[in-house]
């Protein structure tokens, strides 16, 4: 199974500050024939479902807010919430669809 | 808008079967472009893939490795349901169970069932 690590495991920002999250996966995401990094992030508020926020490493999912941003390629990926608000407490997830067998980060814990 | 609604029971007895329902709204469990899947999360395993089942030409399921032989997800075309079946479940099962749609990443999830294997 590809591994994925994330950190840090918890993280306290001021409001309107940036959190940056990062994730490794222990094999390549990243597919040549569709030039794409397999690779989402979901954040996870107390009691909910989790919420896809990025896929193919960078693209918005439709209603996520700008401030929120995927970037990276091949093993090593980042969130990156910028003007951190009350509302984006929650644990973030990041997740790789490249294998059949997918499997997710351990969470990293926003706090603010 | 895609909605997915879980059903099924909260406590099941260890070495029994745990069924559980996922009904599909605004779209249909033979999409194409789809396929349907069931997770769960748990304080130990954090959040686990366990299976999925898709319609291309035919009808395909895969399933996690630790899981094989031990989990089955298939689908209700007449209803719109998918399901998930893990048979001879133990403590370790405990979690809270989720389906969902995957378009690549996971789109649209179900509210989560909580389930607790105890006798």
């Known amino acids: 199974d590809i591994v994925m690590t994330q950190s840090p495991k918890s993280l306290t920002v001021s409001l309107g500050a940036r959190a940056t999250i990062n994730c490794k996966s222990s094999q390549n995401v990243f597919s040549r024939s569709n030039k794409g990094n397999y690779l989402a992030w979901y954040q996870q508020k107390s009691g909910q479902p989790p919420k896809l926020l990025i896929y193919w490493a960078s693209t918005r999912e439709v209603g996520v807010p700008d401030r929120f941003s995927g970037s990276g390629s091949g093993t090593d990926f980042t969130l990156t919430i910028n003007n951190v608000q009350a509302e984006d407490v929650a644990v973030y997830y990041c997740?790789?669809?490249?294998?059949?067998?997918?499997?997710f980060g351990q969470g990293t814990r926003v706090q603010v | 808008q895609v909605r997915l609604q879980q059903s099924g029971p909260g406590l099941v007895e260890p070495s029994q079967t745990l069924s559980l329902t996922c009904a599909i709204s605004g779209d249909s469990v033979s999409n194409t472009r789809a396929a349907w899947t069931w997770l769960r999360q748990s304080p130990s395993r954090g959040l686990e893939w366990l299976g999925r089942t898709y319609y291309r030409k035919q009808w395909s399921d895969e399933y996690a490795d630790s899981m094989k032989g031990r989990v089955i997800v298939n689908s209700d075309t007449s209803k719109n349901q998918f399901y998930l079946h893990l048979i001879s479940v133990t403590h370790e099962d405990t979690a809270v169970y989720y389906c969902?749609?995957?378009?690549?990443?996971?789109?649209?999830w179900g509210q989560g069932t909580t389930v607790t294997v105890s006798s």
């Open positions: 997740h790789q669809y490249y294998s059949p067998q997918h499997t």
């Open positions: 969902g749609r995957d378009q690549g990443a996971l789109n649209v």
